[in-house]
């Protein structure tokens, strides 16, 4: 919450590409959350209403509104993540998998530089599980984007340039500290 800027610490500073954001007002820390942060949510947070290929053009939307070929860019980054086949599908016609794929490809949506994911891989079987995992190990190798994941799954150790472990709100480990 507090790398995506939704919540400020109480003791502390919380930068974002060198942007000191305690002091910032909800509007200007609403600015960084559109350009700067892409979010992938454990319950995937899909508009049930809205075909996959839309959910996706929604996050473009978001960071610009002027983006007149959203909905190419959308099926380009569907593609991408093989739901190509799947665009014009509602969520509750997909897989647990394609959905999760389709709410990476929603934060991605306008090229972010920082990607915040909650327990990604929480709902998913083994295989989508590592299939998300390699995702978003390839957005660093690929992209040079941050990727943040916060999960109780032990697949990630794998994936991860960096492990902290929490316990009880305190740090446990440092695994490969930088």
Same mark, same amino acid.
Request: hydrophobic share 40%; proline share 4%; charged share 30%.
């Given at each position: 919450?507090?790398?995506?800027?939704?919540?400020?610490?109480?003791?502390?500073? %919380?930068?974002?590409?060198? @942007?000191?954001?305690?002091?910032?007002?909800?509007?200007?820390?609403?600015? $960084?959350? !559109?350009?700067?942060?892409?979010?992938?949510?454990?319950?995937?947070?899909?508009?049930?209403?809205?075909?996959? #290929?839309?959910? @996706?053009?929604?996050?473009?939307?978001?960071?610009?509104?002027? !983006?007149?070929?959203?909905?190419?860019?959308?099926?380009?980054?569907?593609?991408?993540?093989?739901? *190509?086949?799947?665009?014009? !599908?509602?969520? +509750?016609?997909?897989?647990?998998?394609?959905? !999760?794929?389709? =709410?990476?490809?929603?934060?991605?949506?306008?090229?972010?530089? #920082?990607?915040?994911?909650?327990?990604?891989?929480?709902?998913?079987? =083994?295989?989508? *599980?590592?299939?998300?995992?390699? $995702?978003?190990? +390839?957005?660093?190798?690929?992209?040079?984007?941050?990727? %943040? @994941? @916060?999960?109780?799954?032990?697949?990630?150790?794998?994936?991860?340039?960096?492990?902290?472990?929490?316990?009880? *709100?305190? #740090?446990?480990?440092?695994? +490969?500290?930088?």
């Amino acid at each position: 919450s507090m790398l995506g800027c939704l919540l400020s610490p109480d003791q502390g500073s %919380v930068f974002v590409d060198d @942007v000191l954001v305690n002091q910032l007002s909800e509007t200007e820390k609403t600015a $960084i959350r !559109q350009k700067k942060i892409g979010f992938v949510f454990q319950a995937f947070r899909l508009f049930h209403s809205l075909s996959a #290929i839309d959910n @996706v053009a929604l996050g473009f939307e978001l960071r610009d509104p002027k !983006q007149s070929q959203r909905l190419e860019m959308a099926q380009e980054l569907l593609d991408k993540f093989g739901l *190509g086949d799947k665009s014009h !599908q509602e969520p +509750n016609e997909l897989s647990p998998g394609e959905r !999760q794929r389709v =709410a990476v490809a929603r934060a991605l949506a306008g090229d972010p530089p #920082i990607l915040l994911a909650d327990e990604p891989t929480a709902s998913l079987d =083994a295989q989508a *599980g590592r299939n998300i995992c390699q $995702i978003l190990r +390839n957005q660093v190798d690929e992209y040079g984007r941050t990727v %943040v @994941v @916060v999960s109780h799954d032990p697949r990630w150790r794998e994936f991860a340039d960096r492990t902290i472990t929490l316990c009880d *709100g305190e #740090i446990e480990q440092k695994e +490969n500290d930088l």
